[in-house]
């Protein structure tokens, strides 16, 4: 029987009070592996009551022995790697190698939150009038909401929590319910490594946690990542409730191929991008604009490679290509797939020819000739379709890719200095790629996306992350002149 999951509240596991659960599957085998509560209101209110309590003394750690706490997480995360690995490709099917790709990216956030002393930082002018002076003091600022998207069990929360924490907040995750045993290593190895009970908090659950985290009035910020109508909703009926919002949300990359491009490192890296993950990246590729001089030489060689890619389990050997994360996901890619092939794209690849009944499995599959009238060229489709759409030049790429809704990403695979100037001066689009397929931003950066694909002004890690977290004083002090006998 699967075991039913309990909320992380003040430093202990507790039963929800819902009577509604959620079964969690293993995707590439559509067992049961859990049952997710769908938690209350209520679960969120003792939660956010242990968070506040908690706030109380942990803002007053000194910063020093609070980044102490992160660095023995760190080690602690770092030694576990090989099990939380696991327990991505488990409940969220991606392959194992990725998994490990994501758990590193992770361990990068906390690694990042070490460095909260200097992070944390004010700046001070000696002189701003005659015997005044003025410092700006960083302070934590109270309870954070965390809500994360299935793609990421480990990484997306690691954007959130441990710098919040490591500011001196206390905070409230609410995983995806699709996605929520790894979360409870994450908790454990945080307290092991000496965090205070109540300052990380777990409550699993869908729509009515996050109404929960956004209509509380001890939450004074939440950082949401997922899909654009739930980033927008909570972005507004956040901000309504005037807390701080930073919602990251859907995408659809681009990769422009140049004629003056090495296709061999350009397909494999296209490869790489549109169906690792099974596509379920907000950083995938799902459009190519390729120069026609040489569209038909790629197209040839893109189609040859994915029919090669190995789909299976995750955790087995040498498996690139998981399934998607629930048969809903499976039927809606299908959809698009029919969509795709009656508004008239070429379909060059069939990913349902490889479809089985182990699990929510779906092959690659790639469109040539899409035009930007297709509902395929317009959606976020969050799965392993590829749609090529041929241009005369880099001007007509970069004009096709800025009329996207969302402006995530985008790459360039290109030779010409002066092309990959124009590029970075025009293109929409928050994080950039030249001559590689995922330009996902290290912890040290923001992650950045624009347009539809981001609300807010702060945004997740960097130096951004540090603001979203803290709240400023400034200081401005007069000193009279001493006296000397
Ligand atoms: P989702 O929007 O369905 O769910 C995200 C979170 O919101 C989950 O915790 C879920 O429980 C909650 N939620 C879902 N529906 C809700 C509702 N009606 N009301 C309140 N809360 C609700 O997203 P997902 O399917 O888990 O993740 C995929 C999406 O996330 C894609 O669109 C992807 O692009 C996006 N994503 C974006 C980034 C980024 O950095 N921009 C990173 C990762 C994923």
């Not at 026609?292 to 389990?313: P, S, W």
């Amino acid at each position: 029987m699967a075991e039913n999951l309990r909320n992380y509240i003040n430093g202990e596991w507790v039963e929800s009070g819902t009577t509604q659960y959620e079964e969690v599957y293993n995707p590439a085998t559509k067992e049961v592996i859990a049952l997710v509560p769908l938690s209350t209101k209520e679960d969120v209110d003792v939660a956010v009551r242990a968070a506040s309590g908690a706030f109380e003394t942990w803002s007053k750690v000194p910063i020093p022995r609070r980044a102490k706490i992160l660095f023995a997480y760190q080690q602690l995360l770092t030694r576990d790697k090989e099990e939380l690995a696991r327990l991505v490709t488990l409940e969220n099917g991606k392959s194992y190698t990725e998994a490990v790709g994501e758990v590193q990216r992770g361990i990068e956030n906390v690694e990042f939150a070490v460095g909260v002393p200097s992070l944390m930082m004010g700046d001070s002018l000696s002189t701003i009038a005659t015997d005044i002076e003025a410092t700006n003091y960083r302070y934590p600022i109270g309870v954070v909401g965390g809500i994360a998207p299935f793609n990421f069990p480990m990484m997306v929360p690691c954007w959130m929590f441990p710098m919040a924490i490591a500011l001196g907040n206390s905070f409230i995750l609410k995983p995806s319910e699709k996605t929520p045993l790894l979360t409870r290593k994450l908790v454990e190895l945080f307290t092991e490594a000496g965090l205070p009970k109540g300052v990380f908090n777990v409550v699993y659950g869908a729509h009515e946690v996050v109404n929960g985290i956004l209509d509380h009035p001890a939450v004074k910020a939440i950082s949401f990542v997922g899909s654009k109508p739930v980033g927008e909703y909570v972005f507004k009926r956040g901000s309504d409730n005037l807390k701080r919002v930073q919602a990251l949300t859907g995408a659809k990359n681009h990769i422009v191929v140049l004629r003056d491009a090495d296709l061999d490192e350009a397909v494999t890296n296209i490869i790489g991008s549109a169906f690792g993950s099974a596509g379920e990246r907000c950083m995938a590729c799902s459009v190519v604009t390729v120069e026609e001089a040489i569209a038909d030489e790629f197209v040839a060689r893109l189609v040859e490679k994915a029919q090669n890619i190995k789909m299976g389990n995750g955790l087995d050997d040498g498996v690139f290509l998981g399934p998607v994360i629930r048969e809903e996901n499976l039927n809606r890619t299908v959809r698009y797939i029919e969509k795709g092939v009656e508004e008239g794209a070429t379909l060059v690849c069939d990913g349902r020819q490889r479809m089985n009944d182990e699990g929510f499995f779906i092959g690659p599959t790639i469109f040539d000739n899409v035009t930007t009238e297709m509902t395929i060229w317009k959606d976020e489709i969050f799965a392993p379709v590829l749609s090529i759409v041929r241009v005369k030049n880099l001007k007509e790429a970069v004009d096709t890719a800025n009329r996207s809704e969302f402006a995530n990403g985008a790459c360039i695979f290109t030779s010409n200095a002066s092309a990959i100037r124009y590029f970075r001066e025009n293109i929409d689009a928050g994080m950039l790629g030249i001559n590689l397929g995922v330009p996902a931003p290290m912890a040290f950066f923001p992650f950045s996306g624009w347009k539809s694909s981001f609300y807010g002004t702060l945004h997740a890690n960097g130096k951004d992350s540090v603001d979203f977290y803290t709240r400023k004083k400034v200081v401005t002090a007069r000193y009279t002149e001493p006296t000397f006998d």
